[in-house]
Structures are given as C-alpha cells and as structure tokens.
C-alpha cells in the first residue's frame, strides 16, 4: 500500500467533521467534503460547523469544499461519512471519476431499506469488487470524540494489511482503534442498535427507569446476536466494541440522535416533526425497516425489532407494544 498523507473525508456531518479534526490533529493533510455549499461557506468563514458539531474549531489547515472533484484530487485516503440513505446517488458521482486504486474507509452505520444491504455491499456493487476497502464503527459519540473523551473503536476490512495501515492512521492516545476481520459483523452490530436505542429513548420517554433499559440493552443484544449470526457474521463481534459496546452509549447518551428520537416519541411526539427538526440524520428510524425485513428474510425472532418498526411505521402506541413485549408467551432465555 501507498503511504497515506492526504485524506478526503465525504461528508460534512457531525462525525464527517469530527474525525477531520481527528486526523488534522495528528498532522494529516484533510479536505473535508459537504454537499451543502452554504453550510461549507458557513463553516469555512467561522471555523465552527455550528449545525453539525457546535462549539468545537476545525484547524485552519483543513481544506473545506463542495466540489467533489476538488475533493477527491491526489486523495490517498477517503473516508465515506454519508449518511446510509444518500450513500448510493454520491458513489454513483464517484464511478465517473475514475478513483478505483484509492482505498476507501466507510464510517457508515446503516441498513439500504430497497436492497437489505450493508453499506460495504452497496459501495462494492456501485465501484466494483476490487476496489481496497475497509469500514470502522464503534461507539463513538462525535461531540465526545471531538473533546479527546477516551474512545474505543473498531475497523474491519477482508484485507489485514489495510486493517492494520488504517489503524495506524486513526490511533490516538485518546482514540484507541482495534482490527476485527468480521466486517459483517461490525456493520451489522453499528447499525442494528439504532434500533434498540430508539426503543430506550420510548423507554425513556414513557418514564420507565434502569430495569426497563437493562432488560432492553441485554434483550436487544440478543437480537442483534441472531440476527448477525443468521447473516454470516461470528457471535464473539457482539460481545466486543461494535457490539455491546457500541449499543450501550448509543442507548444511554444524552447526545444519541436515534435515542432522543425515542424518547420524543414516548412523550407523545410524532416522528415526522420529530424529524423535521433535526439538523442530524437519526439513522435508526429508516434502520428500523431495514432490520424488520431482515428478520422476516432470516426468519430470526426480533420482537423488539418488530414493536419499534410498528411504533415507528405502523402508529402503534408505545405503551401498547410495552404490553405485548412482556406479555409474550413465557420461554427460556
């Protein structure tokens, strides 16, 4: 592999920016990507992107864009931070630009909801086989990140030799990064918990307290398990970072998007103006669909699954499907 120097990051969202600050940091040549060019102006001319990661200054040496082949001139990294749902119309943009020998690194947490693929599954079919590539997931709050809070993380690729270049590129001595071969693995235990963390946000909002969540975090943990199994990945990966891990901050942050959707919903809320307000995307709400239709594919029990996506698509009141969950024929756990 090439020496990588200059990093392109796709994506000017709160994690985008997080880890171009991460990287600027540790001497690396960044260009930070947004589709948004009056976001990109706002933050070029402030230093601040106040709409994604407040309060927190980018270091004058990253390079701030729109133009997407700028971008991506003389990259020997570029990192996907999109969210999951626009991941496919910007690498169809990516194809024509001929940037197949640059290795990729996807820090997407997400489920496509038309084809029940993993995001490194959509990124291979729209830029072929061969392309080098590796995801990274964790349970990474930006904001924390952003203040050098201790962090763990995970990134995973086929390739053991890239594993190991791009954790060397990300370790901090306040970021600490592992290599995990399992990629499905890692995919599926980043983007499944959403799920569960919309269902401790409901918990939440219903004012329930730490029994209700213990049993959510360890019951959901169950269902990831299955369903990561089912799907190829090893049970081990969702009893380490990516897994439980990455499932608790999701399910007990104050700064967890999909968390906070939940609770809304608990209090009341209804999801098209909780999400009309949000400046973030909350991945777990299209995740929920995703994870719903995955079951029904496996054929794996997701009962926690099941009663989010019908609070979520079906308008099934939240205390109702409390009441079904513990209501449920008894069983062995």
């Not at 260009?31 to 601040?48: M, Q």
Request: aromatic content about 6%; glycine content about 8%; hydrophobic content about 45%.
């Amino acid at each position: 592999m090439r020496a990588i120097n200059k990093i392109t990051i796709l994506g000017d969202g709160g994690w985008g920016t997080t880890l171009a600050i991460l990287l600027a940091r540790k001497g690396y040549k960044i260009t930070l990507w947004g589709a948004f060019k009056d976001n990109i102006a706002e933050v070029n001319k402030t230093r601040i992107n106040q709409k994604f990661l407040p309060g927190i200054r980018l270091p004058s040496s990253i390079i701030l864009t729109s133009d997407l082949v700028l971008a991506l001139k003389a990259a020997d990294l570029i990192v996907l931070a999109i969210p999951s749902q626009f991941i496919r119309q910007v690498l169809k943009r990516l194809k024509e630009l001929n940037i197949n020998s640059i290795p990729f690194l996807s820090v997407v947490k997400g489920i496509e909801t038309e084809t029940l693929m993993r995001v490194s599954e959509i990124i291979y079919q729209e830029l072929g086989k061969s392309l080098k590539l590796a995801v990274l997931s964790g349970p990474t709050i930006a904001l924390e990140v952003a203040k050098e809070v201790p962090t763990t993380a995970v990134v995973s690729s086929w390739s053991e030799k890239l594993s190991e270049s791009l954790q060397r590129v990300f370790t901090t001595n306040r970021f600490r990064v592992y290599t995990n071969p399992d990629v499905v693995g890692v995919e599926l235990g980043g983007s499944l918990k959403n799920v569960i963390a919309i269902a401790c946000g409901i918990s939440d909002g219903l004012g329930f307290g730490a029994n209700t969540k213990a049993a959510l975090l360890a019951r959901g943990l169950a269902e990831i398990s299955r369903m990561g199994i089912a799907a190829g990945a090893k049970k081990e990966t969702f009893s380490g970072i990516t897994g439980l891990g990455d499932l608790v901050t999701t399910c007990i942050s104050q700064h967890s998007r999909n968390r906070s959707v939940g609770e809304q919903i608990g209090k009341g809320g209804k999801l098209k103006n909780i999400l009309s307000r949000m400046n973030m995307v909350a991945e777990g709400v299209a995740t929920a669909k995703a994870a719903y239709l995955l079951g029904k594919k496996y054929r794996v029990s997701m009962p926690i699954t099941n009663e989010v996506y019908s609070v979520l698509y079906k308008n099934k009141d939240p205390f109702k499907a409390v009441n079904d969950l513990m209501t449920r024929q008894r069983k062995e756990e």
